[in-house]
């Protein structure tokens, strides 16, 4: 799957945690009443949120990699996290929500089609950020929680907006918050896909064998390659593999591939190296696979 | 006598009725507890006739009730806070607003001034600078504006007093058509200018008390409001809406009319009218608006869960002639917004639908099939490729080269390409695709003559990457 493909991915799974977040929230909202305090509200409804979004938003690295163990340990990762990120997303949205709304309110003339869905959007933000770094504390990578924040945040807020304007657009609130909550995946996915691609440090392509275009982002400090499903980069169906045969380190700016025990080998250009600086357009060897190390 | 007494009897019936009763405002609501503990203050202002605030009152007194739509009001369980002189620890915000039209420009008496400091304007500003030096809490800030036939604001929000009164000399007398005195529309930006500022806010208006609209005097169109002239109402509801009290200092002649508008104004929104005339009460301005501040009662109260995007606040105040009351709003709205009317069971439909597509998308596999050999070009650079894929035939030399007749024709590269840069070739005995190169070339970075290419292998023919692949896999 290239690039492209995989940010398509990205926000198809994230559309599709927008559609399956829509009962659990619709169904809480119509409780509201009931709850003590807009605290517990706002906890509650970012639990049963936050567990459907990382839940489905988990899933997405084991899709788009096709690998059903990923997709399976990414959902309950996913869902566990979210249950965190959407409870504090929540009351850091809200408390955002508040404070926005209570100065728009008194100081924008047009509250209902500025200061009301910029309020909101500022909220949603918050609550994106949350979602964003489901991936990230998933694989324990900063660089991925660096790319869910920045995705994250834009992406919840652009999608928070397209919320509340097709609220504005869309007379029936059922219709317009489903419309909003699909729209607010696929931005969080757009984004998430979009600033993922521009703070990786390069991609390797496969170029034979079963995954043959296949590109991987190096989008996290460590990656290790092997045939395990433990690894980030699964190669299966490959020969001469061993469970985890490579590792790929950022230093810096610079990007390094080593072996990872000194029982496996690995080329680069066709020389057998322990380790390398990797640079542009360098092909790599895996037992049988081989890689080119290309531009994002 | 007889004649007096009816005449005073109807006044009495006939003046209205707001000016001689008790007045309740919610002068400022902080809802800013909500979330962490459910908890809204609001400000409550009680006075009596002429902007006296009513002390001594305690909790009974007063009721409050919430509604989602400033219809059906919902009394709230308990008073959790009730508190006096709240104010004094955050300050107050004073907006100066200055009348520099025309007729302020005469003397107190309305007659044409011998020296510039019996003018209404040097009046109104030896006031100010009295109500300046007579501002003793630091924490109080002023803003300063002027109205004439256009409102215009000299300087936002400080604690700098010298500031505020080196603004008062730019002040200068307006041109032509700038005469007129629009009280109620300069009051209604003022409120427009000072509604997003947090806090306890009073307007205090310096004006000869007379009510000049633009278009109503000239029938021509206003820059700003065209043809539409203000009713007192219009700043006075802004105002009560708001919180924000209007105070209202006199500089009209002694026996000329006020006008009554801007009293009702400053009444209504629980502010007072003071007389220019009488030097000692203008020195008592300052200490009056705080005394009547300071007198608010601070109430706090657990808000419902009711789902609203603003929620109404009515407070009612019990006196003995009946019931008062005052409504304000806060946001309460939450990061979903409100619900829908009753349980849907199609609800159901969605969460099938999403959990049915994400199984689809892990049925996908973007695997390759066994395909034949071939050479793909991954990346042209400044060349142009002929194809991007080309299957390779076991029995035949496959030739890439600048040639238009060449198997696959790279043209108009940075590089310079030979016709037949390079041939791939089936080499029975070693079972595999081998590359001869005419020209300078590289495989896997490494240049090449001639190779035996393997699954994978990166040709770079004059900036073209090309891959090779058997099309072979387990």
Redesign the interface.
Known sequence: ?SII?RRI?LC??GM??G??A??????T??F????????I??IF?GVIFGFVMGG?FG?SD??IM?V?RS?FSGSIHGALIGIIGGAVG??I???A???A???L???AREFNTVG?PV??AV??AF?GVFIGMVDGIRSRSFDKIKVGIIGGILGGFLGGLALEYS?LVVNN??FA??AGLIIFGLFIGLLYGFVESRLSFGVL?L????????EFLVNQRKIKIGSSVKNTIVLS???KISDTHAELKVKGDTVVIKKNSPKTVISV??DKVEEHQLIM???I?IG???F?YKFK | MKKKCLLFCLFIILIPGYIFADHVRISQIDSSGLLLSQEVKLYVSVTSDFGKPVTGLNADKFSIYESSDNKNFKKVSSISGFDVMANYESGINFLLLIDNSGSMYQTLSGKRPGRDEDMRISHAKRALVIFLKSVSNPKDKIGLAAYNTNYTSYSELTNDRVKIQGYLDEIVRPGKGERYSEIYSSVYLAVEEFRSVKGRKAIIVLSDGRNQPYFQYTKKPHDVFGEKIFKYSEPMEYCQLEGISVYAINFGPKREKKDKGLSTIAYQTGGTVFDAHDQNQLKEVYNKIVNQILNEYLITYEATMEPADKKFVKIDYETPSGVLSAVRFYFSSTVFGNPMKDFNFLLILPLLLAIALLWLLTKLKFENKHTNPSLEVLNAGSAKASTNFFTLDKSKKTVIGGDPGADMTLSGGATKIKEKHATVAFDAKNKGYTIVADGNLTVNNKPVKTKLLEPGDVINVGGTTIVFDDGEFD
């Open positions: 799957m493909m991915f198809i799974i599709i945690a559609l399956a829509w009962p659990f929230a619709e169904t909202l119509l509201q009443p009931d709850f003590p305090s807009y605290l509200f706002s409804l489905f899933t084991g899709v096709s059903k997709v929540f009351i949205g809200q408390a929500l508040f404070i709304g209570n100065i309110i008194q100081s009301f309020s909101r909220g949603w609550l609220r609130v059922m918050r489903v392509r170029l034979n064998g079963k995954y043959k275009g296949k169906g490959y020969d250009n066709d357009d360098d092909v060897q049988s696979a081989k080119l």
